[in-house]
């Protein structure tokens, strides 16, 4: 079994558009290459946010999905 | 009846064919460029001091820079006050520059609405709403863009007309410029925003 190790989390639940974004952006920089992120979030938006920022970055985003009305994203740093 | 397939060299000599075999040319090809996009840039010129100008001004520059675009803001006349640190209660050297931060008060925490603003009423109800929205205040949208490196520019005419000096703006501003070097910004850019 593989083990993911998760570098960093962001706690993103409740906050707004940009916040959910702006602060992964901040988040990630201290991370290393290949790192992953988790963000946890509330903003309905943020699940189309999360994969044009995926995308316009480079960073992969590996998982996403939905529980509770809190939607969980894993990215990895590019 | 026999189908004959037409090779294009059969009907058009090959010199004249446009090196239709030549390889593409190597560059447009290269496995280390391939796929990279070149950093896009976004330039905002904020002309306004109004709360709700402001807001748009940080979300966007935030968001931009969160989104791995390089931006620069040019604040320029109302958009300087925002800029000034929040302790100064009054900038200006004579009295018509005084008057001035006195009726329109610096600091990005005291910034009014263009309409609705009630004496403060207006502004105060915003940021009550934006707290239970979850929405973060301008100053902090501020912070963020300053850490995701977003360039802060002021404008030296509006800082010489409104008495505003160099040590009573935030840290991390960069040193005022004029209209020459925002419109050298803007030219390179691939976008402007004028908030």
């Not at chain 1, 316009?56 to 994203?73: A, I, P, S």
């Not at chain 2, 109302?78 to 200006?92: A, C, D």
């Not at chain 2, 018509?96 to 925490?109: D, E």
């Not at chain 2, 800082?159 to 703006?169: E, F, I, K, P």
Request: hydrophobic share 45%.
């Amino acid at each position: 079994m593989t083990t993911i190790e998760i570098a960093q989390r962001v706690d993103a639940r409740g906050l707004s558009c940009p916040l959910p974004i702006v602060r992964t952006a901040i988040a990630i920089k201290s991370l290393s290459s290949g790192d992953l992120i988790e963000v946890l979030a509330t903003d309905p938006g943020s699940t189309k946010d999360f994969t044009a920022w995926a995308k316009t970055t480079g960073n992969e985003l590996v998982e996403q999905g939905v529980e509770d009305g809190v939607f969980r994203f894993l990215l990895r740093r590019k | 009846m026999t189908a004959t397939i037409t090779k294009p060299d059969q009907y058009l000599p090959t010199e004249l064919m446009g090196g239709l075999d030549d390889p593409i040319p190597s560059d447009e090809l290269d496995p280390e460029t391939e796929g990279e996009v070149k950093t896009k840039s976004l330039v905002i010129v904020a002309e306004s001091g109004d709360l709700e100008r402001t807001w748009a001004t940080t979300i966007l520059a935030s968001s931009a820079a969160a989104s791995g675009m390089q931006v620069s803001i040019f604040f320029t006349f109302w958009g300087l006050f925002p800029l000034v640190r929040p302790e100064i209660r009054m900038t200006g050297k004579n009295w018509m520059q005084k008057m001035l931060s006195v009726m329109n008060r610096p600091g990005i925490g005291h910034l009014k609405l263009s309409k609705l603003n009630f004496a403060g009423m207006g502004p105060w109800m915003m940021h009550r709403l934006a707290k239970q929205h979850g929405v973060a205040k301008p100053g902090e949208l501020l912070e963020m863009a300053q850490a995701l490196g977003v360039r802060l520019i002021p404008c030296q005419m509006s800082m010489d007309m409104m008495g505003v000096s160099a040590d009573q703006l935030i840290d991390g501003v960069e040193s005022a410029v004029g209209a020459a070097t925002a419109l050298e910004l803007m030219a390179e850019a691939d976008a402007t925003l004028f908030i």
